[in-house]
């Protein structure tokens, strides 16, 4: 069965610095990897995703997400922090058996970002 | 293009009503799914469709819980006998076919769901 622990409920950083969001998971399969992004009020949006291929994916609002399968780890990063980055982040793997593509999701990581 | 939509945005009911959330998918996409998010976890999957068929209904929590998609489109979650356990926020996504793995799910706002 997959699973995914997200380290560090709430995450404070100054603006201009280094965003690390801490993600690992558990899966008895190839994983397939997400990171969504929740503002207030609004739906879950994809910030990225790792299927097959180069293990540094890029995303949007200039986030990035490296998957490390050696440390089940999929950290999301950002190297320098926008007030419009405070939001809720969320990583998710994909644990569907055959074609479903349902996710599993972390608890979740509130981003705070300081003036 | 229109995105997913969710309708009541937020619904307040009594223990032991019945309740319908309805969703309205981005056209096209045949792939379904609904989540629940309590309050400070992350979205905990409940079921899905392909087309019409509920192809995996593992995380419906009871019986009370059903969901239908008549025609592959509009999709409608109905609780039974409401508990105040069922409050959360009710989320819907849909992706392109075929819905499997890789395919990027987009979420709805969601239904705010309280049962007093």
């Not at chain 2, 309805?22 to 992350?42: E, F, K, N, V």
Request: with cysteine.
């Amino acid at each position: 069965a997959q699973s995914v622990t997200q380290l560090g409920s709430h995450v404070s950083v100054s603006e201009g610095a280094l965003v690390l969001l801490r993600c690992n998971y558990s899966s008895s399969v190839p994983p397939y990897l997400f990171w969504y992004v929740q503002y207030p009020n609004q739906g879950l949006q994809l910030l990225l995703k790792y299927t097959t291929g180069a293990t540094l994916v890029k995303g949007i609002n200039g986030f990035e997400a490296e998957f490390k399968k050696s440390e089940t780890s999929f950290h999301l990063t950002k190297p320098s922090a926008h007030m419009s980055d405070a939001a809720e982040y969320f990583c998710a793997v994909g644990a569907g058996s055959g074609n479903t593509g349902k996710l599993i999701f972390g608890q979740g990581t509130t981003l705070q970002v300081k003036p | 293009g229109a995105g997913v939509s969710q309708t009541p945005s937020n619904k307040v009911t009594e223990k032991g009503k019945y309740v319908e959330l309805r969703c309205d998918p981005i056209s096209g996409h045949t792939a379904l799914y609904w989540y629940r998010q309590s309050l400070g976890q992350g979205p905990e999957f409940l079921i899905y469709f392909q087309g019409t068929g509920a192809a995996d209904d593992s995380g419906l929590p009871n019986d009370r819980f059903f969901a239908v998609r008549p025609e592959g489109s509009v999709s409608t979650l109905k609780i039974q006998r409401t508990e105040r356990g069922d409050s959360a926020v009710y989320l819907c996504a849909s992706s392109t076919p075929p819905g499997t793995h890789t395919d990027t799910q987009y979420f709805g706002p969601g239904t705010r769901l309280t049962v007093l």
